[in-house]
Structures are given as C-alpha cells and as structure tokens.
C-alpha cells in the first residue's frame, strides 16, 4: 500500500466547503502517513509538529514540555506527533534525518524546521513567534507599514 504524501501550498479545492471548526485541543494529537494533510496541511491553526521515536531520549524529554504547551496554548496552536517508525513516508518526505525533529506549518508552509530538543523557553518563543506571525497568501506580496 503506498503511502499518502502531504502536499504543501496547492489551492485549496475550489468547490464550496461547509467552514471548519477550529477544535480545541489541550494535548498533543498523533498523526501519521494517512491524515497529515488533513491534520497539519490543512488545518486552520498552526501546527508545531515533533518528529520523534518511542527509543529517543531527547523526544522523551522535549515530551512534557510540548504537552504544558499544548495546554497553554489550545485554541492557538495545534501541537502533532509523528511516529517516525510508524511513518516512514513522511520522514522520507521531510528529509527527516535526526530526532526530535520540530517543524511548524502556517497557511499551508513550513515556517520552521530544526532537529534537536529545544528547551522550553525557546519552544514558549517559537510558539509566540509563530501566533504572531502573517504568512502572505501565495503570489501575493506584503508591504511594510
């Protein structure tokens, strides 16, 4: 069985579409090969994604530090895990090649990715930075104010 690929910054599908609801979420959510689209690429909110593996130490510890913040933080951001072991086609997508590996996507872009445990300052940092941040719609350009 292949592996369903996520796709970043198609147009979204052009046929009228009932609005989502943002789900708020106050633990981390498992995704994997067949629901990555729908669960990261496309969801409303930005999503912190943590690469990790069930035998890797540091993706132990950066652990509980992603749970406080998914708390803190439901409703703003999305905090998903993925299985590197149990996915393979998406580590090999994302050119995964150390763990933890964290990756945040924006209005379908990847507007981070850095292997390694970060501490929880510098998660707490990320996650303002990227609440705060406004990606541009694709082909379109920003002024300054």
């Known amino acids: 069985m292949k ?4 796709e970043l910054n198609p147009a979204p599908p052009q046929e009228e579409q009932a609005p989502k609801q943002t789900i708020v979420e106050a633990t981390p959510v498992a995704v994997g090969d067949d629901d990555f ?9 930005p999503v912190l994604v943590d690469f990790w593996a069930e035998w890797c130490g540091p993706c132990r510890m950066v652990a509980p530090v992603l749970d406080k913040l998914a708390a803190e933080y439901a409703g703003q951001i999305r905090i998903a895990k993925v299985d590197v072991d149990q996915n ?17 996507v924006k209005d379908r872009s990847i507007v981070f990715s850095q292997p390694g445990a970060l501490p929880e300052p510098s998660l707490r940092s990320l996650v303002d930075q990227v609440i705060a941040l406004d990606v541009p719609a694709e082909g379109t350009q920003q002024t300054p104010a």
């Open 88 to 104: 393979p086609g998406l580590s090999a997508h994302f050119g995964i090649q150390s763990i933890p590996t964290l990756m945040v």
């Open 3 to 6: 592996a369903r690929v996520a």
């Open 37 to 45: 689209q729908e669960q990261v690429i496309d969801w409303p909110l």
